[in-house]
């Protein structure tokens, strides 16, 4: 069966430094990776998606994540945090019939 | 094009009672998808169908019922509600059936059940 953990509950960083969320699946095959961001009281938008090729995606909003086959990992990062990126993200391995897996979310508070 | 379409926004309810819940998307996708989201439980996958004319149960289905009424419009019942499903439920639609696509969300609905 298929899963998804996001080890990180609330990470809090100050604004215009970087971040790293943290996401680790298990999957029998090739696995399809999505980062969706949630905005308070919003529903689930797309931030990018992996699924083949090249290893580092880029997504909208300045975010990237780097698939690691070797580490079952897609880690997302941002160079230069702003306010506006508070929010909760979450991390989805995608399967056949749509039934993908979401973890169970990261918010990320951003200090002024 | 205004994507995934829910109704109502906010709802609250007596236990007992019953009421549907509204999805409409209008991208042409294949397939829908309910879900629930409670507090540090991520999204947990209620029941889905993955193309017009079939569903099938998912992580968390009792309690509820779904009629895909068309290719645009996939509907979610609470035959009778329960505080336990107290929850923000959410509709989402992907592009193609029988593939892990990304999909795309509604704006949720926020079920209150007394």
């Known amino acids: 069966a298929q899963s998804v953990t996001q080890p990180d509950i609330h990470i809090t960083v100050s604004e215009g430094a970087s971040l790293e969320l943290r996401c680790n699946y298990s999957y029998g095959a090739t696995p399809y990776l999505f980062w969706y961001v949630q905005s308070p009281g919003q529903g689930l938008q797309l931030l990018l998606k992996y699924f083949s090729g090249d290893t580092l995606v880029q997504g909208i909003k300045g975010f990237e994540a780097e698939f690691k086959r070797s580490q079952s990992s897609f880690n997302l990062r941002k160079p230069s945090v702003h306010w506006s990126d508070a929010a909760e993200y979450f991390c989805a391995v995608g399967a056949f019939a749509g039934k993908s897996t979401f973890g169970d979310g990261t918010t990320l508070t951003v200090k002024p | 094009n205004a994507g995934v379409t829910q109704t109502p926004k906010f709802q609250v309810l007596k236990t007992g009672q019953s009421m549907t819940l509204q999805c409409a998307q209008d991208?042409?996708?294949?397939?829908m998808y309910w879900y629930r989201q409670d507090p540090g439980m991520g999204l947990r996958l209620i029941y889905y169908s993955a193309s017009e004319g079939t569903t099938d149960k998912g992580e968390v289905p009792n309690g509820y019922n779904v009629s895909r009424l068309n290719k645009r419009e996939f509907s979610l019942r609470l035959e009778s509600a329960a505080p336990s499903q107290t929850s923000v439920y959410f509709c989402a639609s992907s592009d193609r059936a029988g593939g892990p696509y990304e999909q795309f969300f509604g704006p949720g609905t926020r079920l209150t059940v007394l």
């Open positions: 991208m042409n996708h294949n397939s």
